[in-house]
């Protein structure tokens, strides 16, 4: 039995090893490697140049800033401080590139702890409008529920609502009414 125990688990360990060595961390070359248009292949890709890469590395109280710019038109911006609570880092930036079609395409955005992350941009998709109108008698409902309300935290009654019964750990019979 301790033998077949032992048997599995080395079985399982070298099923689970990998089929290549990892490879270590290289810093970035100063190059884009944008995909061909014919083709995805790795082995047909052409060089893009970065002709602009200012970078400030974040300071102790998490200021930094990206401005990068490649031979075939992209630019990213950003920038960002630790003034958001507990000295979150808010960000600030924009991207800008010309799809391969000649169509311009540019998005904002800003990140902090008021809103999250809002992008802008024409190229976003636009939530439609309602369909229709709401009926008179929805929003006539609407207007009496909360008038219900209103007099239900006047009275300080519970408005008609239900209240459950207190728990108890004895049995007794159903209360009426």
């Known amino acids: 039995m301790i033998k077949t125990i032992i048997f599995t688990a080395l079985l399982a360990m070298a099923s ?4 290549s060595p990892r490879r270590s961390y290289a810093p970035p070359s ?3 490697a944008a995909p061909s248009r014919q ?3 790795r082995s047909s890709r052409e060089q ?3 002709l602009r890469d200012d970078r400030v590395h974040p300071s ?16 990213v ?4 401080y630790g003034s958001g609570p507990d000295g979150a880092v808010e960000t600030q930036g924009s991207v800008r590139f010309t799809h391969p079609d000649g169509e311009s395409f540019e998005l904002t955005y800003v990140a902090d702890a008021a809103g999250g992350y809002q992008p802008e941009s024409s190229a976003l998709p636009v939530a ?3 369909p229709h109108e709401i009926p008179q008698f929805v929003l006539d409902q609407i207007a009496k529920a909360a008038r219900e309300d209103e007099e239900a935290a006047r009275s300080g ?9 207190e728990p108890s750990s004895a049995y007794s019979a159903p209360r009426r009414g």
């Open 30 to 32: 100063n190059a884009y």
């Open 16 to 19: 689970a090893r990998p089929d």
């Open 157 to 165: 009654s519970s408005g008609g609502r239900y209240a459950a019964p």
């Open 128 to 130: 439609p409008e309602f």
């Open 48 to 50: 893009i140049a970065i």
């Open 77 to 80: 911006s950003e920038s960002g």
């Open 39 to 41: 083709s995805y292949d």
């Open 60 to 75: 102790a109280a998490g200021e930094y800033s990206l401005d990068f710019e490649t031979a075939n038109g992209i630019q």
